[in-house]
């Protein structure tokens, strides 16, 4: 049976000489695009290769025309992930030192992919080295899979679908920047701030604990069923500020028992782009 929401150390630890497991690092940064690859150089967990937020994870922004992150051309990803060894036996697990909130993005573009069976690392490098577990510096090789990749189009929200969602009601917007972002108080990434009208916000901090691992499931269950208040999970749209960590707020749900929802990949960034849009501050 495969894994497809949380791995802990101790079963990575017990899988680290499993060629049938597959490590990634994808450690980033977003004010610092080449911190994460620095990072990696200096210690990793043995075997993980490095995927880049921007190289691997996205396609080029289109200015005036999409996000920060636009979806990655699927056929362009499926080449990198048989390249990196990914294939239909393989229990792929993702890890950064940021919460998840960075490795959440490729953990749902295999599921986008077809490849359901990848696992985020709860608690990340920081619980990793904290248990004072093996550290790597050699970049591993690669073996070449064989993967069946096919997008799932009904996993995607486009920004029509959003602005009926705004407008009408007919879908939850939550959105998962912090709430100084959301209100329009601060905006250091992106060029004018607030939020898509109707959306409600949840930080993806809040589903945490304070040592940095995930809630348990009943926890996070009862949170979400509360700003659900009674809509079925299908009815969720997952934003954020380009498409990123809105993917936390979407393995929370499903931890918690809430599949089916769906995430807006270009988000607030590329909600932005078109000057007719409307613009939300406050909360």
């Not at 993980?48 to 025309?65: I, N, S, W």
Request: aromatic letters at 8%; proline letters at 8%.
């Amino acid at each position: 049976m495969y894994i497809n929401t949380l791995v802990s150390t101790e079963d990575l630890a017990r899988h680290l000489d499993d060629q049938d497991w597959i490590v990634f690092d994808c450690r980033f940064t977003l004010t610092d695009p080449n911190g994460g690859r620095d990072l990696y150089a200096k210690g990793h967990i043995p075997g993980a290769h490095y995927v880049h937020l921007d190289d691997d994870l996205a396609a080029p922004v289109q200015e005036g025309k999409t996000g920060r992150h636009p979806l990655p051309d699927p056929n362009v990803l499926a080449e990198k992930l048989c390249a990196w060894g990914v294939g239909v036996n393989k229990q792929v697990v993702v890890y950064d030192d940021s919460f998840g909130a960075m490795a959440v993005r490729m953990w749902w573009l295999l599921r986008w992919m077809g490849h359901p069976a990848v696992a985020l690392l709860d608690g990340g490098y920081p619980k990793w080295t904290r248990e004072m577990r093996p550290v790597g510096h050699e970049v591993p090789e690669r073996r070449k899979g064989n993967c069946a990749c096919l997008p799932e189009p009904t996993q995607v929200v486009e920004v029509g679908d959003v602005l009926q969602a705004s407008q009408t009601g007919a879908g939850l917007i939550i959105d998962a920047r912090p709430e100084r972002r959301f209100t329009g108080e601060y905006e250091p990434l992106d060029p004018v701030a607030g939020h898509i009208p109707g959306s409600i916000n949840w930080s993806f901090e809040e589903n945490l604990d304070i040592d940095g691992t995930f809630l348990p499931p009943e926890a996070l269950r009862e949170n979400y069923q509360a700003l659900l208040k009674g809509r079925p999970a299908w009815q969720v749209i997952h934003s954020c500020g380009s498409g990123v960590t809105a993917c936390h707020n979407l393995l929370a749900m499903e931890i918690a028992g809430l599949p089916g929802s769906r995430l807006y990949p270009g988000s607030w960034s590329e909600w932005i782009t078109d000057p007719s849009r409307p613009i939300a501050t406050g909360e």
